[in-house]
């Protein structure tokens, strides 16, 4: 089945202990992105990447760090989280070309406490 | 930069009944894509529909069809013989058509939480 996968589903954490989100994506996508999700905001792009080893930032990537070591897998990494990176992350990914639609996971609950 | 507006944060329809959510955009780009996302309660995002902007033919899938207004920048999403399974929080997107590698975002509107009520 073509998905894509995020672990952990449901996170509390501390201020300031590093964490990792992992995304996986088994559709050979290029594309593969981060989105956060807070009441009355919308979803907002944080970083995405074109390819392996390309990553750029998107609209507020500041606490947040991605790489892309391998085609399927894209972590988020959060070096420090605090309380105002308490959100719902998603990844998403898609192929380059045309109007392919982005799969997006389950989605990621964080809490910083 | 690219906006897109959702101005009904809330909305309302019986069961069987059509109901209208509302978009709109604004953008300096002739090409682009839109398309309308459904988030459940379990939170997976949906896509239910999209259109190329360069198409003049709305974009129509089942029960769910666009009205597409170019000039307007307008992209409503009509939902017709509204079913409990409907509800959801409902999200428009815009996305530049991109060409030499630049960033495939999608711009969100805020959304607009549908409820049926049976």
């Known amino acids: 089945e073509a998905q894509v996968t995020q672990n952990p589903r449901y996170l509390i954490t501390v201020t300031g202990k590093k964490l990792t989100v992992t995304c996986s994506q088994n559709m050979n996508h290029e594309y593969m992105s981060w989105y956060r999700q807070d009441p009355g905001l919308g979803l907002r792009q944080i970083y995405y990447s074109m390819n392996v080893e390309v990553t750029d930032k998107g609209d507020v990537p500041e606490g947040y760090k991605v790489s892309r070591k391998e085609k399927r897998n894209f972590p988020l990494i959060l070096e420090s989280p605090s309380p105002n990176q308490t959100s719902l992350y998603f990844c998403a990914s898609s192929r380059l070309a045309g109007v392919y639609e982005q799969f997006f996971g389950p989605g990621t609950r964080l809490t910083v406490l | 930069a690219q906006t897109v507006t959702q101005s009904q944060p809330e909305m309302s329809v019986q069961e069987a009944e059509t109901v209208t959510l509302s978009c709109t955009y604004d953008t300096s780009e002739s090409d682009y894509y839109l398309f309308w996302y459904k988030q459940p309660p379990s939170r997976q995002m949906i896509l239910v529909i999209r259109?190329?902007?360069?198409?003049?033919q709305n974009a129509t899938e089942n029960r769910f069809s666009v009205n597409f207004q170019k000039a307007a920048k307008s992209f409503s999403l009509k939902i017709s013989d509204s079913q409990l399974g409907d509800a959801a929080m409902y999200f428009c997107?815009?996305?530049?058509?991109?060409?030499?590698?630049?960033?495939?975002?999608?711009?969100f509107g805020k959304g607009t939480l549908l409820t049926v009520n049976p």
């Open positions: 259109q190329e902007a360069y198409k003049q």
């Open positions: 997107a815009y996305r530049e058509i991109n060409s030499g590698g630049s960033n495939y975002k999608l711009t």
